[in-house]
């Protein structure tokens, strides 16, 4: 698809796949559209115009028998074309889905990860546990603006035992 009109100096153009669900393929409020940009853009657009339509970017396995510490799907970030070599092209950072147990008709424990380089390939820094705890690998919790800290609003003293709380938000810390 033309992003405008071609010239002896431009011919920019996007290439895009349209779904429908019934009716034209391509008519407005039906199905989807993937656009590659010349812009460098992958957009994923659900056509359809009703409340609650949104698109879903879905990654699966293949795999028949998922077994603790697969991998479900990842997506990778890198710059293979970076001229400085070695540790200018592995991979910078990663969020990948791998599998907390083998999965069974009643389990699909999953846990999500984040990976960043500094030398050398990406590694774990952060992980959400299929219980939603999050543990913080390697790294500190860094409170980057001041004012802020550590949110106990949910689970107050005087929620717990009836005896009211200075406060919920601890905010400063020192030894």
Do not use: W
């Not at 409340?51 to 077994?67: K, N, W, Y």
């Not at 774990?124 to 800290?149: F, K, M, P, Q």
Request: hydrophobic content about 35%; cysteine-free.
């Amino acid at each position: 698809i033309s992003e405008g009109d071609f010239s002896a100096s431009s011919n920019v153009t996007s290439l895009e796949l349209r779904t429908a669900q019934s009716g034209v393929v391509g008519t407005a409020g039906q199905g989807s559209k993937l656009t590659l940009t010349s812009d460098f853009q992958l957009q994923l657009k659900s056509m359809v115009t009703t409340d609650g339509s949104f698109p879903i970017f879905e990654l699966q396995t293949g795999e028949t028998a998922v077994e603790t510490n697969d991998i479900l799907g990842s997506i990778s970030f890198k710059a293979p074309d970076e001229s400085g070599g070695t540790d200018a092209i592995t991979q910078a950072a990663f969020i990948l889905a791998r599998a907390g147990a083998d999965f069974t008709s009643s389990v699909n424990d999953t846990k999500l990860q984040f990976g960043t380089g500094l030398s050398g390939a990406a590694t774990t820094r952060l992980t959400i546990d299929s219980d939603g705890d999050v543990l913080i690998e390697d790294g500190d919790l860094v409170i980057g603006t001041a004012g802020h800290g550590i949110d106990f609003s949910a689970n107050t003293e005087s929620a717990v035992s009836g005896v009211s709380s200075q406060a919920e938000l601890l905010s400063f810390y020192e030894e």
